[in-house]
């Protein structure tokens, strides 16, 4: 897995740098302070964004699907309320797990969705992983490096999410940067667990999911643990220590709160059908959703319906797959992730004049599925309706500013449409979002020379060129002290 190896080797290069500058600040863990120390929340964002850009542009197993995105990002919006910008993906890993990154990203193992018998379940990971990051408990254990520049504290944040994934891998990455001092960071002390489930089940309640939700998962978990090598333990269970005490207290925590039955969101078996049918062989997918269909092995008719979907659609079948969607939309459930699949079957049957027609009134439907407006952009593209397009995706932009998938698909619209000054422009934006300025310096410059913009459009390109080249020049001030 790429990404394991490369947090591996960026720790293993850099962290004795780190190390070297206090060799025994990270003994032992913080106490339960504000944790603002030299880690600022904004250069904890920036160190989270960095992590982060690793994963999105370098990582294969990154789940680059705005349908499971989306859905992450729901349940997350209503656990944390809104109050702090927070990013939800995925992992294409079959493992339970997930991870908290510094400033706000959240990571989640397709296997932890997969295996979540409830969204409850599902959400109190989501919850104790929030609470770490609004309590800031990675902060505390970087700023414990009083002395770190900034590509330092990328290594020890690496090496801290290293030891969340693969706590293997990252015992070896001790051992070749003081072992003592990454040891110690790699896991949360046990006030920060406490603090993390106390808070985690206050927000299951508060968003309207069933606190006893944890706890039960919790359970089922050190159940299956007993019974398997340690080798096979999930991950999760291997950074984030679950005792007994632990269980009884979130259960006691539980107990005292009214008892709520969360009904699961039909995007919630959705997600779980979809990342179901894109593992192992097409033809062995397609013949076990036709097998739980057949026999009434299912939780949700209408979930291994759209699952045999996605298979047959991955098998080459579209006509058997455009059947099984008649069938689903006959069950009466109202989803996005509906729309999205019977416009992808209509497309794949070469019907795209259909399949954007359906994309266009989903879209007022479900106005904040970014996967429909993806798919109605790239519709609109393809139909040549260039104009239109664009269109969408300055509404898009408006909503979703810092959406570099949206700023890529302009770019190569304004292309087709010979607006030169524009493609550079919305082309920088992109690679200011994935964190490469001198790139976005170059296309602006671009920009500026095209030839074919007027005086508002110019004067918005030099006021953005000065912008990032002082950030870029600041930039290199702070790498060079």
């Keep these: 897995m790429r990404f394991a190896a490369w947090l591996l080797v960026l720790a293993a290069a850099i962290a004795p740098r780190a190390f070297a500058q206090s060799s025994s600040a990270v003994q032992s863990l913080p106490d339960l302070g504000s944790g603002e120390g030299v880690l600022s929340p904004q250069m904890e964002r920036r160190l989270g964004e960095q992590v982060m850009r690793e994963i999105r542009f370098g990582e ?20 944390t309320g809104g109050k702090q910008d927070f990013e939800f993906f995925a992992i294409r890993d079959q493992t339970i797990n997930a991870f908290a990154l510094p400033g706000g990203f959240v990571g989640v193992h397709t296997g932890l969705i997969t295996t979540a018998e409830t969204e409850s379940e599902l959400a109190s990971v989501l919850a104790h992983e929030v609470s770490h990051v609004t309590q800031r408990h990675i902060a505390r254990m970087l700023t414990q490096q009083q002395q770190m520049q900034m590509p330092m504290m990328v290594a020890l944040a690496a090496a801290i999410l290293l030891g969340r994934s693969r706590p293997d891998l990252a015992m070896g990455a001790a051992a070749g940067a003081q072992a003592a001092g990454i040891q110690a960071a790699l896991s949360y002390s046990r006030d920060f667990e406490r603090e993390a489930d106390r808070l985690g089940i206050q927000r299951l309640q508060d968003a309207g999911f069933d606190p006893h939700a944890m706890a039960a998962f919790f359970e089922r978990m050190q159940r299956a643990n007993r019974v398997s090598e340690d080798s096979t333990m999930p991950g999760y269970f291997r950074s984030h220590p679950v005792t007994s005490e632990r269980i009884a207290d979130v259960q006691n925590k539980a107990a005292a709160m009214p008892y709520r039955q969360h009904p699961d969101s039909p995007e919630f078996q ?6 179901r049918a894109e593992q192992g062989d097409s033809r062995d997918t397609v013949r076990n959703f036709q097998s739980t269909l057949a026999e009434h092995r299912y939780t949700s008719e209408a979930a291994a319906r759209l699952g045999l979907a996605y298979a047959l659609l991955r098998a080459d079948r579209v006509a058997e797959a455009q059947v099984q969607i008649k069938q689903l939309r006959a069950l009466g459930t109202s989803s996005p992730m509906v729309e999205m699949l019977d416009a992808r079957a209509k497309h794949a049957a070469n019907d795209v004049a259909g399949a954007t027609e359906l994309l266009a009134k989903a879209r007022d439907r479900y106005p904040g599925w970014r996967a429909l407006t993806y798919a109605y952009i790239a519709g609109l593209q393809e139909l040549g309706k260039n104009d239109e397009a664009i269109v969408v995706s300055r509404e898009a932009l408006a909503r979703y500013p810092r959406d570099a998938r949206v700023y890529g698909m302009q770019a190569k619209i304004y292309a087709l449409l010979g ?13 200011v979002l994935q964190g490469s300025l001198p790139a976005a310096i170059e296309q602006l410059s671009l920009a500026r020379a095209a030839g074919d913009g007027d005086f508002y459009q110019l004067s918005v390109v030099d006021a953005r060129l000065k912008e990032l080249r002082a950030q870029y020049t600041n930039e290199m001030k702070e790498a060079k002290r």
Aim: charged share 30%; glycine share 2%.
């Design 60 to 79: 294969p197993s990154y789940v680059d699907d705005a349908e499971v995105s989306d859905y992450l990002a729901e349940v997350g919006s209503r656990l």
């Design 270 to 275: 959705f997600v779980r059908a979809k990342l």
């Design 419 to 431: 607006k030169r000054l524009l493609q550079h422009q919305a082309q920088a934006e992109v690679y």
